[in-house]
């Protein structure tokens, strides 16, 4: 069987680039797009080329950035902007294949092996899409070339901006094994730690790893970054549709000020589940797991979940098990610049078995669906400023 032919396609600095596209007095100067500073999401989202010379991170708060870069000129996100540009750069993908998968709002997956008959190779399909990008949008892509999505992302990553990268059958081992092991997708930084701290220092080393010390280290996933560092990796590239059923759901705030205790926690949680909630119920989901996450105001970011008997997709119940968690997990001998979760292992609704253990442990959760539903339906007729939980009120008041 002939191989798939993949594409990675990234767009290159993709806020920063969009945003500029409305300020071009401001092309050749080095700009970062900035969370607003004075509501404390004073971090660096996105920077150009010209800032990334001078050291400027994604992710490092503004004073730190502008440390490195005096001049750094400071911008606004646009998040309509971002979105609108998204969409027109895959209807471009979408000349080439019907078969694209979004990895974020910059990042598509597209599987062209059907396309090669008609547009080429993948080299100059990927090339012919770089160019239309550049012509029609002003904007800049990389695009990987391969024949797994886990090369073809590595691809997209290994040239920018404007380039285009291939990674064959023939030239992975080449290419790819001399690579740091935090190269390969899915490896993160703990996860490239703990790989170094047995040797493996790169996605070389990882092929030679004996199977049964990376299950140890890492369970299941162990075997399946190897396998991908083979080339293994036979995951489809599978279309956003409207019936696309999501992995997770969830949100995180960042306060004006530091969260240093559990009050302030549990508000927040509360309105982070009714829009939880109300996007589970929206898509037919329940969750048997809350994943939840906090980050100090020395940017530490922490994730932690925990999975549960009973589905559900009750705010009330959703909250509370986060917050549960969130005590047994968190002793505030440092203050939260952020927190949030995320409702985890969804199922169909219409898969889900609700059941009463011996005690009926259930019944509060059951007493909150009615009382949800109520409020839903109240919310519905009158608006949803209509009926609030009382945690809300006081927050307002």
């Known amino acids: 069987m002939a191989d798939r032919t993949i594409l990675h396609c990234d767009l290159n600095n993709f806020f920063a680039s969009v945003s500029l596209l409305s300020c071009k007095t401001l092309i050749g100067e080095p700009v970062a797009v900035c969370g607003s500073v004075e509501d404390r999401h004073g971090i660096v989202l996105a920077k150009n080329e010209i800032a990334k010379k001078y050291g400027v991170k994604t992710a490092e708060v503004v004073w730190e950035a502008k440390a490195k870069c005096p001049n750094l000129i400071i911008l606004p996100p646009n998040y309509k902007k971002y979105e609108e540009y998204s969409k027109a750069v895959r209807k471009i993908y979408e000349r080439y294949t019907d078969i694209v998968e979004p990895f974020g709002m910059d990042e598509c997956w597209l599987d062209v092996t059907g396309s090669r008959l008609l547009f080429g190779d993948g080299e100059t399909i990927a090339n012919r899409i770089r160019k239309e990008v550049k012509k029609e949008l002003e904007l800049t892509i990389s695009v ?201 292992n969804l199922r169909p609704k219409t898969d889900t078995a609700f059941q009463v253990d011996l005690f009926g442990n259930t019944l509060d959760e059951d007493r909150e669906e009615l009382i949800e539903e109520s409020i839903i339906k109240v919310r519905e007729k009158f608006g949803k400023s209509s009926i609030k939980r009382a945690v809300s009120v006081d927050k307002e008041t």
């Open 144 to 344: 990987g070339v391969s024949f797994n999505k886990v090369f073809a992302k590595l691809g997209s990553d290994m040239k920018k901006p404007d380039a285009v990268t291939v990674i064959s059958r023939e030239n992975f081992k080449q290419k790819v094994w001399p690579l740091p092991v935090g190269d390969l997708l899915f490896v993160g930084k703990r996860t490239a730690e703990r790989l170094n701290r047995v040797g493996i220092f790169t996605v070389g080393d990882l092929t030679l790893a004996d199977d049964a010390t990376l299950k140890k280290l890492l369970g299941k996933n162990g075997i399946e970054l190897k396998n991908n560092a083979l080339g293994l990796d036979e995951t489809p590239v599978t279309p956003y549709t409207d019936d696309y059923l999501p992995k997770s759901v969830g949100r995180s705030v960042t306060p004006k000020n530091d969260i240093s205790d559990y009050e302030t926690v549990w508000k927040i949680y509360v309105e982070l589940a009714e829009d939880i909630s109300r996007q589970l119920r929206k898509k037919g989901l329940t969750a048997t797991g809350i994943c939840i996450h906090t980050r100090t105001s020395s940017l530490e970011t922490k994730e932690t979940s925990k999975t549960f008997k009973n589905a559900t997709d009750c705010s009330m119940t959703l909250a509370r098990r986060a917050m549960d968690f969130f005590k047994s997990t968190y002793d505030f001998s440092k203050p939260l610049r952020s927190v949030g979760f995320r409702a985890i």
